[in-house]
């Protein structure tokens, strides 16, 4: 599959922008189908690279070129944060307009740049989504090695996401001197893979990776900020019960995190509930980035008992409610967290979907309906 031939559907905004997004996740394609006719600078060449991190002035002298009030393209503006210094100097000087790429938004903080004062929107771009793949969509495929751009298109998905891991140790991490211990990072990356789509519990990982947990915190916040795991708030309210606080990690492709743990082939059974919660996740996060449809996505699970519901959407003071399950079938357990959330105000809809079953629904009102029907009332609006 060639990625040039999927439309995506992150919409460009009309003025400068920041697009952040995990590499391999076709940033630089979707500019060059958008702004073909910008000025680029693409600080992934290491001969440029070098050249302006020996003299940055050397941007200022190719901005001067452009056209008053045309684009530029600055690609893994990152590498060289203090150019937006200059970037910010034009926009309001020259009226240029800028679209920033980026797989990381962690050196940009620690450098304590000038992020452009709300000059620059922000923007992400996800995975391929169901939406963008259409009938390419595979759900099989989808859950043994993800819908990264890079990897789609690639005669050897499995050897190329195993490539993404080592390259993104190597460029991501050890180049950029994310971490001090790469070799401890490592060790963590794999253990922080098995966590998917559970609750973190940061004491738990320290003694697994045997770092500190201070360490396992910072490591967290790596992958938060190069863009390969999310971490999911629990829902906060004054309920009878408390809510809990601590969020749930996710990985954002299925193909990445079986890589880092180092599980790929054939899908074990063992694995393929997290995966499918896994999916899911990004599904809803991707289409909220894209859409805007909802004001914040979390889980709800009362700190008593082990009842807990996988997704909460919230538009408002009104809710959403969702369950991911994997099995084939529907059976009453299943159904234990949307009955307990069922007294939740403004709660106006409680899904259960499972990877392939047909459309119901129970006594209590609960919607019971394929993955690929989801897709579809997310896509129609209708959810």
Same mark, same amino acid.
């Given at each position: 599959?060639?990625s040039e031939e999927v439309?995506?559907l992150?919409?460009p905004?009309r003025?400068s922008?920041f697009?952040f997004g995990?590499?391999?996740?076709?940033?630089?394609?979707?500019?060059?189908?958008?702004?073909?006719?910008?000025? %680029?600078?693409? &600080?992934?060449? @290491?001969?440029?690279?070098?050249? *302006?991190?020996?003299r940055?002035? !050397?941007f #200022?002298?190719r901005?001067?070129?452009?056209?008053?009030g045309?684009w530029?393209?600055?690609?893994?503006?990152?590498?060289?944060?203090?150019?937006?210094?200059e970037?910010h100097?034009?926009?309001?000087?020259?009226?240029?307009?800028?679209?920033?790429?980026g797989?990381?938004a962690r050196?940009?903080?620690?450098?304590?740049?000038?992020?452009?004062?709300?000059?620059a929107?922000?923007?992400?771009?996800h995975?391929?989504?169901?939406?963008?793949?259409?009938a390419r969509?595979s759900?099989?495929?989808?859950l043994e090695?993800g819908t990264?751009?890079?990897?789609?298109?690639?005669e050897?998905?499995?050897?190329?996401?195993?490539?993404y891991? %080592?390259s993104? &140790?190597?460029e @991501?991490?050890q180049?950029?001197? *994310?971490?001090?211990n790469l070799? !401890?990072? #490592?060790?963590f990356l794999q253990i922080?893979?098995?966590?998917?789509?559970q609750?973190v519990?940061a004491?738990?990982?320290a003694?697994?990776?045997g770092v500190s947990r201070?360490t396992?915190?910072d490591?967290?916040?790596v992958l938060?900020?190069t863009l390969?795991?999310?971490?999911?708030?629990?829902?906060e309210?004054?309920?009878?019960?408390?809510?809990?606080?601590?969020?749930?990690?996710y990985?954002?492709d299925?193909?990445v995190?079986?890589?880092?743990?180092?599980?790929?082939?054939p899908v074990?059974?063992?694995?393929?509930?997290a995966?499918f919660?896994?999916?899911v996740?990004?599904?809803l996060?991707?289409?909220?980035d894209?859409?805007?449809?909802?004001?914040?996505?979390s889980y709800?699970?009362p700190t008593?008992?082990?009842?807990e519901?996988?997704?909460?959407l919230?538009?408002?003071?009104?809710f959403?409610?969702?369950?991911v399950?994997?099995?084939?079938?529907l059976?009453?357990d299943?159904?234990?967290?949307?009955?307990?959330?069922e007294?939740?105000?403004?709660?106006?809809?409680?899904?259960i979907?499972y990877?392939e079953?047909g459309?119901?629904?129970?006594?209590?009102?609960?919607?019971?309906?394929?993955?690929?029907?989801?897709?579809?009332l997310?896509e129609?609006q209708?959810?």
């Amino acid at each position: 599959m060639v990625s040039e031939e999927v439309p995506r559907l992150l919409t460009p905004p009309r003025q400068s922008f920041f697009l952040f997004g995990p590499r391999g996740t076709g940033k630089s394609t979707w500019v060059r189908r958008h702004f073909s006719t910008a000025l %680029q600078v693409n &600080l992934l060449d @290491e001969g440029l690279y070098q050249e *302006l991190l020996a003299r940055p002035a !050397g941007f #200022a002298d190719r901005l001067r070129v452009a056209k008053r009030g045309s684009w530029v393209c600055v690609d893994e503006v990152q590498r060289i944060p203090g150019l937006l210094n200059e970037v910010h100097r034009a926009i309001e000087e020259q009226h240029l307009k800028f679209v920033l790429l980026g797989s990381s938004a962690r050196k940009l903080r620690r450098a304590g740049v000038n992020l452009l004062a709300g000059r620059a929107l922000r923007r992400s771009m996800h995975p391929f989504l169901p939406m963008e793949l259409g009938a390419r969509f595979s759900l099989r495929h989808a859950l043994e090695v993800g819908t990264l751009p890079i990897v789609l298109a690639s005669e050897s998905p499995e050897q190329t996401l195993q490539a993404y891991v %080592q390259s993104y &140790l190597k460029e @991501e991490i050890q180049a950029e001197a *994310l971490v001090r211990n790469l070799g !401890g990072f #490592a060790r963590f990356l794999q253990i922080a893979a098995v966590m998917h789509g559970q609750v973190v519990n940061a004491a738990g990982l320290a003694r697994d990776a045997g770092v500190s947990r201070t360490t396992v915190n910072d490591y967290l916040d790596v992958l938060d900020d190069t863009l390969l795991t999310f971490r999911l708030p629990g829902y906060e309210a004054r309920l009878r019960i408390r809510e809990r606080k601590h969020p749930r990690l996710y990985w954002v492709d299925p193909g990445v995190v079986r890589a880092a743990k180092q599980q790929l082939g054939p899908v074990a059974i063992e694995e393929r509930g997290a995966l499918f919660e896994g999916l899911v996740a990004t599904l809803l996060r991707g289409w909220n980035d894209y859409r805007g449809l909802y004001d914040s996505i979390s889980y709800w699970a009362p700190t008593e008992g082990r009842l807990e519901v996988d997704f909460l959407l919230q538009r408002g003071k009104r809710f959403i409610a969702i369950e991911v399950k994997s099995g084939k079938a529907l059976r009453s357990d299943d159904l234990a967290g949307l009955k307990a959330i069922e007294s939740l105000a403004g709660l106006e809809r409680r899904l259960i979907v499972y990877p392939e079953i047909g459309t119901m629904k129970t006594q209590q009102g609960i919607e019971v309906l394929s993955f690929e029907k989801l897709v579809d009332l997310l896509e129609t609006q209708s959810l």
